[in-house]
């Protein structure tokens, strides 16, 4: 419950953060970050605690497009494809190994601070898309035989679940020209499923974003 409390906390501070608009003394010179239109590719690390599986870190890439709705807001959508978790035990006449990986689809809303600085903050908040693959191998030999008179089984299974997350984000692109930008990102996908409880996927990320 106090994890889901600091959650409704966090989200309510970034939603009020995403939705103040104090006053802005804009420059010319961030002409260049006001572009309508960006694509990005990103490398990040997972930290997955949306199972019992050890939380990582796993390699993950991922992909972006975003599109500037006014001067401080923008609306994006990003694919997150992680690498396997894998949690795997042998001792004599037992093998198991545990896989799992959670792919994410977010549409998130955008909020510009300091846009009259060279690196603005982003402050990010929007709903995600979980799918929750896991995938479960081994074998166990037994000493005498079973039931039916074997003595060696093997397990080969697979499942998958769908999860919707409430996401929140930040970032700090950094200029490295007219249209290219290092960004330098945070993101949590927060899940309450009926069996697990509060559980989510934290992933810091770096993203080379180009921008139209």
Request: net charge neutral.
């Amino acid at each position: 419950m106090r994890a889901c409390h600091r959650g409704v906390v966090v989200g309510m501070a970034m939603i009020g953060a995403v939705f103040s608009d104090p006053p802005v003394h804009a420059q010319g010179s961030t002409n260049s970050a006001l572009r309508r239109v960006f694509i990005e590719a990103t490398a990040m690390a997972d930290y997955d605690q949306t199972d019992f599986e050890p939380p990582g870190p796993a390699l993950a890439d991922g992909a972006g497009i975003g599109a500037r709705l006014a001067r401080r807001y923008t609306l994006r959508f990003e694919f997150d494809k992680p690498g396997e978790h894998v949690e795997l035990f042998e001792a004599p006449r037992l093998r198991h190994r545990f896989a799992s990986k959670t792919t994410a689809f977010a549409f998130l809303l955008g909020r510009d601070f300091r846009i009259d600085k060279r690196v603005p903050i982003v402050v990010l908040i929007g709903v995600s898309a979980l799918t929750h693959r896991t995938h479960f191998t081994g074998y166990i030999d037994f000493a005498a035989p079973d039931a039916n008179g074997s003595r060696h089984v093997d397990f080969d299974e697979h499942d998958v679940e769908q999860w919707v997350a409430v996401t929140l984000g930040v970032e700090a692109p950094i200029a490295i020209s007219r249209h290219l930008r290092v960004v330098p990102q945070l993101r949590t996908h927060d899940v309450a499923n009926e069996e697990l409880g509060q559980r989510s996927a934290l992933r810091p990320r770096l993203s080379l974003r180009w921008q139209f």
